[in-house]
């Protein structure tokens, strides 16, 4: 069974520009999480997917983060403008469903972000 | 509020036991985690326990749960230099909308040593 991929692996931009992740999670997992992990802390959910609608979005900064679902299976996560403290890992995870029952999340292998 | 806590790093001799230890703040936690992070790689499940559940052995691990301290310990036996990585201990959240959200602790550093 292939894993959750992500791309690219590593990214270095300038503050002020724009940067765009993408993820394909487990073929038939209908939830998708993005979460950000900066040097030293553990991820953090910045959005929830199940299937192509958002369930949790409520730490993603909306001011600059975007992200979608179409067709609930690949995501992007899009970061416009970025900033310095934006510089971290991004991980992708899916898991094949969400409440009420244990949940377990498969990770991509993530995207390290630098922003110069 | 929601806060995991883990010391940040350990270090043993291979073939000792190694001890991670969590706490948590939400009571109403589902389900507790364990997460496994080698270097430029995702996180990997190692185990979990469910909330109503003192115990739990998997082959090297144990996991304990402390409800009443709101304590958590991943037990690793015979640890070997493979173990050597970042560990994450991590709640599912049970709010009103019972997403399944997990909130995970900053990691604690294993170091094996041969």
């Known amino acids: 069974e292939a894993g959750v991929a992500q791309s690219p692996r590593y990214k270095i931009i300038e503050k002020r520009q724009s940067v765009a992740f993408w993820c394909n999670p487990i073929?038939?997992?209908?939830?998708l999480y993005w979460y950000q992990q900066i040097l030293g802390q553990g991820p953090k959910l910045l959005i929830q997917?199940?299937?192509?609608?958002?369930?949790?979005d409520s730490q993603l900064p909306k001011d600059r983060f975007s992200a979608e679902r179409l067709k609930g299976v690949d995501s992007t996560l899009k970061i416009q403008p970025a900033k310095l403290e934006d510089s971290a890992v991004y991980l992708c995870?899916?898991?094949?469903?969400?409440?009420?029952?244990?949940?377990?999340?498969?990770f991509g292998p993530g995207t390290r972000l630098t922003v110069l | 509020g929601e806060d995991v806590e883990q010391s940040l790093f350990l270090s043993v001799r291979e073939g000792d036991s190694s001890v991670i230890n969590c706490t948590y703040t939400?009571?109403?936690?589902?389900?507790l985690y364990w997460y496994k992070q080698e270097p430029g790689a995702g996180l990997q499940l190692l185990t979990y326990?469910?909330?109503?559940?003192d115990m739990k052995q998997d082959q090297r691990l144990t996991v304990l749960l402390n409800k009443k301290d709101k304590h958590l310990s991943l037990r690793i036996a015979d640890t070997q230099t493979g173990d050597s990585a970042i560990y994450f201990c991590?709640?599912?959240?049970?709010?009103?909308?019972?997403?399944?959200?997990?909130?995970f602790g900053q990691g604690t550093t294993l170091q094996v040593k041969p």
């Open positions: 995870a899916s898991s094949p469903t969400w409440a009420g029952a244990q949940n377990e999340q498969f």
């Open positions: 073929s038939g997992h209908a939830t």
């Open positions: 997917f199940q299937n192509n609608g958002v369930v949790d």
């Open positions: 939400d009571s109403s936690s589902t389900y």
């Open positions: 326990i469910f909330s109503n559940m």
């Open positions: 991590a709640e599912s959240m049970k709010g009103s909308s019972n997403t399944g959200k997990l909130i």
